[in-house]
């Protein structure tokens, strides 16, 4: 029985110091998975910094641009399209009908006041200048008979009638002459330097104002005549936006109150206007009122015509705004990323298996640019704007990615996975 004993005691010690042993290797595992889960944590923590080249950056397209003060709360979105003044459009007319004979300007053209736009020909062209030179040498014949009939009247051997009408004959063609003088001067011809050898049977048609042809009426070989206008030209400079406010939104609406509007053709582009008219009648049946706003700032592809979409200001609470594409969304969190002075944590030679030379590294700094992920809270969004709370201090005026986000933060993802 003793012997009995004593091995079953050994047996039990044995198992004794297998299950301590497992259990020391079990405790080993969850320290070892705690301690690279803390090192995961730290890597990840120091992953915020994503430094890329100027052609990586030409490359992909990413367009820097700031954080921007918008009225995005306390506004009421409107319809509506951009008009341009009827005092700042024009139709380029000819004085005489005509074929065309040249166009000298195309759709979109900028032109200036004064420019010439087309040619017309018309055989008339030629025959009041011939009767301008003919003119002259009747008018000198008139005076010769009329002074002959006054000599004769006073010598009593003329008829009083003979002289009244050589008097009215002289008159009549002085008031020709003078006729003709200015219908050749309207034409663009001077009338003093028409010969036999050089008349002219093309007239020219000039803008009479500054602006962009915006339609064409004509072309080569076409008659027109005096109603019939050859292109309109748009002075686009004084563009402004016609709103159609709803009845319920009018008393909202003030004069002076700031306007954000982008073209509904192309959203990308913000673009701002002031209100300066309230209309004071219903458009047609619409139920609506039309409101005038002068466009402020950019006006670069602004067309009389186009639809907008626009979002009045009827507040004076601005907030802190960014263009959509410059929010990076990932594990349900939202980020910028913004031009920073901080450098990414460089990585060891034993880590990377690399080892460059410190003058490669100071040539790839000189031509590169570093980005901070910065977390932001997202609020309304409006005409292709967000507007955001960083969740630290952003100084103002930093430059922050707002385009090719998603580029700079796949850069970011994979640099932090290398790290690992």
């Known amino acids: 029985m003793k012997v009995k004993t004593k091995i079953l005691i050994a047996v039990v010690a044995v198992f004794s110091l297998i299950s301590c042993g497992q259990k020391n290797k079990e405790n080993e595992g969850v320290v070892e998975t705690e301690q690279a889960d803390a090192t995961k944590e730290e890597h990840e923590d120091e992953a915020t910094i994503a430094t890329l080249t100027q052609d990586q950056m030409k490359s992909v397209g990413i367009t820097l641009g700031t954080i ?4 995005l709360t306390a506004s009421i979105k409107a319809n509506g399209a951009l008009r341009v003044p009827n005092n700042n459009k024009a139709n380029a007319t000819s004085l005489y009908g005509g074929v065309i004979k040249s166009l000298k300007v195309q759709l979109g053209d900028h032109v200036q006041k004064g420019q010439v736009i087309a040619t017309i020909e018309n055989p008339q062209f030629v025959q009041l200048q011939e009767e301008y030179l003919t003119i ?4 000198i014949l008139a005076d ?9 009247q006073e010598g009593n051997a003329g008829a009083l009638k003979n002289l009244q009408s050589a008097t009215a004959e002289v008159n009549s063609l002085r008031a020709r002459k003078a006729s003709l003088q200015k219908q050749i001067q309207m034409m663009g011809i001077n009338p003093a330097g028409i010969k036999t050898s050089s008349l002219k049977s093309a007239l020219t048609v000039t803008s009479p104002v500054s602006g962009t042809v915006s339609s064409e009426f ?8 005096v109603s019939s206008p050859v292109v309109e030209i748009v002075d686009n400079s004084l563009i402004h936006l016609d709103l159609q406010i709803f009845e319920k939104d009018l008393p909202m609406v003030k004069i002076g109150q700031l306007v954000n509007f982008t073209l509904t053709n192309n959203p990308t582009t913000s673009y701002t206007a002031k209100v300066f008219n309230i209309g004071s009648s219903f458009e047609n049946e619409s139920k609506t009122v039309a409101v005038h706003c002068t466009v402020t700032g950019n006006k670069t592809g602004l067309i009389d015509g186009m639809n907008i979409t626009a979002m009045i200001a009827i507040g004076n609470a601005l907030t802190a705004a960014v263009p959509n594409d410059a929010i990076a969304e990932a594990e349900g969190k939202y980020y910028i990323f913004a031009q920073t002075d901080k450098k990414a944590e460089e990585k060891h030679e034993h880590e990377t298996g690399e080892n460059h030379s410190e003058t490669e590294g100071k040539k790839v700094a000189a031509s590169s640019m570093n980005f901070e992920k910065i977390e932001v809270s997202k609020g309304v969004s409006e005409l292709g704007y967000t507007a955001i709370t960083p969740v630290k201090e952003i100084p103002q005026g930093t430059k922050i990615v707002i385009k090719g986000t998603f580029f700079v933060n796949a850069k970011l993802s994979n640099s932090g996975e290398h790290e690992h």
């Open 68 to 71: 921007e003060n918008k009225n």
């Open 136 to 139: 002259g040498s009747k008018i």
């Open 144 to 152: 010769q008979e009329l002074n002959r009939q006054r000599e004769l």
């Open 218 to 225: 004509a072309k080569i070989g076409s008659y027109v005549d």
